[in-house]
């Protein structure tokens, strides 16, 4: 606007260009400060991308990060997208590009994803995530008797197998790490070749099939399946209760605050903690996350994880 008005000055009179600018328009300083304000504006209205490893049934996970989107906008004023992907590689990948700014990943995939984006952090957990467990199921028919303690992993040889999705901390990388301190190669020693179910859901559904004798899943989705009655315990049992382990996490790309203004990955960690179960909008997300609350997590937490994901070869 001030360049036209000077347009204008030249036309009409010299004497005109004696005015002060403050008479013809914004002053410099106002207007380097609208111009500044608008363009953090438009910045802001780039969506916060969210998304999650698919380890359970999609419209679950579709119904559980839009209620979580739907609130993360609120309390961050930026707009806040859930994404689906295809597999854990998918999310990973994902988060490395830049297509996925927020990520619920497991333990496994929580650590490839930091170590292919520098700067990324683990930011949150849930209460449940501290001490994480696997349980191994069986098909009832099968004869297999509760284990007591990790050896006695070693009877499972011989026995039809599978595991979840491949890149899955409690339905891979853990039972896998136990079965081998009980001697258990798995590429050896299970009957036939070891499946990889892709989630926990399908884990439950083919075990209770028979389709496999043994399985290991997630301890939260087998409970909360056990509760809500779709288990049919005269099919498929629990033989092992793993010991405990960090899993699920929250990591955030550390573009988010050159993007959206320095501290905004504290902001997303704040809002995440203020998750209140005494206030009933709040309870529904925890409840859909099977959690209490969500607490702090950092990357050391998942020291352990990487250990094992490199011994295993899941990291390179």
């Avoid at 520098?118 to 191994?136: K, L, N, T, V, Y």
């Avoid at 605050?257 to 320095?262: A, C, K, L, Q, V």
Wanted: with cysteine.
């Amino acid at each position: 606007m001030v360049s036209i008005h000077r347009s204008w000055i030249v036309g009409v009179s010299s004497l005109l260009l004696l005015l002060p600018l403050g008479a013809c328009g914004t002053s410099a300083p106002e207007q380097g400060a609208a111009e500044e304000t608008s363009g953090e504006t438009a910045t802001n209205t780039i969506p916060l991308t969210a998304g999650a490893i698919p380890d359970q049934d999609p419209e679950l996970l579709q119904r559980l990060y839009s209620s979580l989107a739907d609130y993360l906008e609120a309390e961050l004023g930026v707009p806040v997208e859930y994404k689906p992907v295809t597999d854990y590689a998918a999310a990973v990948t994902a988060f490395r590009v830049g297509d996925l700014d927020l990520v619920w990943f497991g333990a496994l995939t929580g650590v490839q994803a930091r170590l292919q984006l520098p700067g990324a952090e683990a930011i949150a957990q849930r209460d449940i995530d501290e001490q994480f467990h696997s349980i191994f199921i069986a098909n009832a028919n099968s004869g297999i008797e509760e284990i007591q303690e990790i050896g006695d992993l070693a009877q499972l040889k011989g026995r039809t197998f599978t595991f979840g999705s491949e890149s899955s901390t409690s339905g891979r990388l853990m039972p896998q790490a136990y079965l081998e301190q009980a001697g258990v190669d798995i590429e050896n020693d299970f009957r036939g070749e070891v499946g990889f179910s892709g989630n926990h859901d399908a884990i439950l559904k083919l075990v209770e099939a028979g389709t496999y004798e043994v399985g290991v899943l997630n301890e939260q989705v087998w409970l909360d399946r056990l509760a809500a009655g779709a288990v049919d315990t005269d099919k498929v049992v629990q033989i092992w209760r793993t010991p405990p382990y960090f899993n699920y996490h929250w990591v955030i790309s550390p573009e988010v605050d050159e993007r959206y203004g320095e501290g905004f990955s504290e902001r997303v960690q704040a809002a995440l903690l203020a998750l209140d179960p005494a206030v009933p909008e709040h309870k529904e997300i925890l409840d859909l996350f099977g959690a209490e609350r969500f607490i702090v997590t950092t990357n050391e937490n998942y020291a352990e994880i990487e250990a094992v994901g490199r011994k295993i070869g899941k990291i390179q």
